[in-house]
């Protein structure tokens, strides 16, 4: 069963987001808040990190170039998840070489077909 | 500005997104546990959050056109492949509609070097304006290569009304600045109330339309026309795009999205 990791300050679309990967048959995990991050990575082998862009205390980007740049975790793969404009999160997404991304209107089970796509990825070296 | 109006979409996104979410998120979870009767209720939860959505999508995208800060990162693209992609992406909300998308375009309907994703966007609202000011029936699109010169024509007509409805010849006019339109003079849609949402793709199409050096027109019939400057195959092929491909897809690995 693949984990999944999400960090999302906004706690009520972290959860719908929880319980639909759940339903799925995801082990997922939940942080409020981007601080933290790096450490739960480190624990938890997570397959894959569902991330929140637009956090006012550590921003998204700030955190994937804080992931990458650390040895252990550089590999995990990473969908930023947002409500910011789906093109400006695209561009987004492309400038951090993320794996994946997610606006936050896409129906429930697009996002789930994505998750999956990008954990069929082979992960990055 | 800009960064002023996208924080405002995002902020105005966040709480409609949760809506929709949970919406969709117990209409599943009711399903399975045999509550249909409720499934219907947050049905109009969820539909009337998503008419809202593109709304504020709309308009935060109309405000950015206004203030002339929208950003353009032209590419070479293949016009029939950029139409193939808002085709596909149009279909399940006009299908929600009783509607049905009819496109007629060469595989050589030409190319261009242009923005493909406000191509795209450009497309998708003509093409979800004219429905969404429709009834049941079938969206006729069709591409062709303006005689004499190189680009694309697209004219996108409602062909099929249902009874009663608004006759073929009453797509209102455009008008040339929206930040000129008022709530008084709005165009009127057969002397019904045009639909907000609708109005607004229609001036976003027709800004992005511009924004791409193209022109955009209602005609007669019911008709939207759009033509947009192309450029000749040779110079597609110079570039080193093949045929056909209408995204550039960032260095492998290609990031995964969703249609959303």
Known sequence: MARILIVDDDPSFGQIMK???ERAG?????????????????????????LDVLMPALDGGTLVQLIRGTESIRAVR??????????????????LHVEGYIPKSTPLDEMVATVRAVLNQPAAS | MVSLLSTLGHDLRTPLNSIIGYSELLQEELRDAGHEDWVDDLEQVRASGRVLLDLI?????????????IALAPVPLSFAAVTAEVAAAVAPALAARGQRLELWCPADAGSAVLDPARLAQCLSCMVQSVAELSGPGVVDLRVTPPEGSTGARFAIQMLAQPEGAAEPGSIPSVPAHPSAQSAQNAPSWSGARLHAGAQVGLLL?????????GEFQV???ATIVLRLPGSPPRALHEEGAAPGSAVIEPEPPPVVATGG
């Open chain 2, 219 to 221: 005609q007669a019939g």
């Open chain 1, 19 to 21: 319980r639909k990967l």
């Open chain 2, 57 to 69: 999508n709309r308009l935060v995208d109309l405000a950015k056109v206004e203030v002339g800060r």
């Open chain 1, 78 to 95: 990473v969908l930023l998840c947002s409500s910011m404009d789906a093109l400006e999160l695209k561009g987004l997404a492309e400038k």
């Open chain 2, 205 to 213: 199409a027709r800004e992005l339309c511009e924004l791409l050096g």
């Open chain 1, 26 to 50: 995801f082990e997922v995990t939940m942080r409020d808040g981007p601080f933290g991050t790096i450490g739960e990575l480190k624990r938890g082998g997570y397959d894959a990190l569902l």
